[in-house]
């Protein structure tokens, strides 16, 4: 893992199409902007988990309705 200093206005640049600068900062709190193509997906970490635990889920809830519809058989 990197780990960068910047202050507000600076910027950093990953793989010469992705930018991101510090928009502005609070005690507990960091605002950035992202410019990248739109074909890169940019989510932040909570809606990654919380798509992971929908796709368990789903998995497990499909999982119970197929084993009650074979019991029904």
Do not use: C, F, Y
């Not at 200093?5 to 640049?13: D, F, I």
């Not at 605002?31 to 997906?41: G, H, N, Q, R, V």
């Amino acid at each position: 893992m990197l780990i960068l200093q910047r202050r507000k206005g600076q910027s950093l640049s990953i793989n010469h199409n992705i930018t991101l600068t510090v928009v502005d900062t609070g005690t507990d709190w960091v605002k950035l902007a992202i410019d990248a193509p739109k074909e890169i997906p940019i989510l932040r970490s909570e809606l990654k988990e919380a798509a992971a635990e929908n796709r368990k889920a789903l998995a497990t809830a499909s999982r119970q309705v197929l084993e009650e519809i074979l019991k029904k058989k």
